[in-house]
């Protein structure tokens, strides 16, 4: 079936350092959408991204639609130690039932 | 102000019992979802229902069971069947078909078995 991966699978950086990480689908996607995960608590949805190509920022996060329409890229700018979580990108099955896929996650820690 | 409520948070069960894990949403969404993560994993799908009275098995379904009586709750059961039923459970509603806005998550439950 569908998958989403995410890479990097965890990432351990010091504060103030950037963070890239990606995710990528065998299928094309018409919507992803990135969520973070504080420990111990739910997903928060961070950006929603609906166009090829499209590149949104939401404070010191970007996050971009792959133009192929099967990948999509997140950036941390100036990594703070509230960062810390697990970041999800997510995109809704094609069969348009409202059901999402979602990927495994990338981990981040931040060293102070 | 509108969201997704779990409760409790925290919930101990000795082997053989079953438990039931509350999930409340005032937002007046259609769909709502039950997820199981491991940890260091992601989210497994356990049980979605689309409308009321109507639900629909996920990835996972074994050794639980759910009910959609009324759209604004989806309570699950961890029966006595489920063999590993230590894990963090979340759930999720949304507005339903069509929805690309995505889910809106609530806060979790971690059950422990002792």
């Known amino acids: 079936g569908q998958q989403l991966n995410q890479s990097p699978q965890s990432m351990f950086i010091q504060e103030g350092e950037d963070v890239s990480m990606n995710c990528t689908s065998s299928s094309i996607f018409n919507t992803w959408l990135w969520y973070k995960q504080d420990p111990g608590e739910g997903p928060v949805l961070l950006i929603a991204l609906y166009k090829a190509g499209e590149l949104t920022s939401n404070g010191r996060l970007t996050a971009q639609f792959g133009i192929t329409r099967k990948d999509s890229f997140l950036n941390i700018s100036a990594s703070i130690p509230s960062d810390v979580g697990i970041y999800f990108c997510?995109?809704?099955?094609?069969?348009?039932?409202?059901?999402?896929?979602f990927g495994q996650g990338t981990t981040l820690q931040v060293k102070p | 102000d509108g969201g997704i409520t779990q409760s409790p948070k925290y919930l101990f069960r000795k082997e053989g019992q079953n438990v039931t894990l509350s999930c409340e949403q005032n937002?007046?969404?259609?769909?709502m979802y039950w997820y199981r993560q491991d940890p260091g994993q992601g989210l497994r799908l356990i049980y979605y229902s689309q409308i009321v009275n109507d639900f629909q098995k996920g990835d996972i379904a074994e050794g639980y069971s759910v009910s959609r009586e009324k759209k604004e709750s989806f309570p699950l059961t961890v029966t006595s069947a489920q063999k590993n039923p230590t894990a963090f459970y979340l759930c999720?509603?949304?507005?339903?078909?069509?929805?690309?806005?995505?889910?809106?998550f609530g806060s979790g439950t971690r059950l422990t078995v002792v």
């Open positions: 937002l007046n969404h259609d769909a």
């Open positions: 997510a995109g809704p099955k094609p069969s348009n039932t409202g059901k999402l896929i």
């Open positions: 999720a509603s949304s507005p339903g078909q069509g929805n690309n806005y995505g889910y809106t």
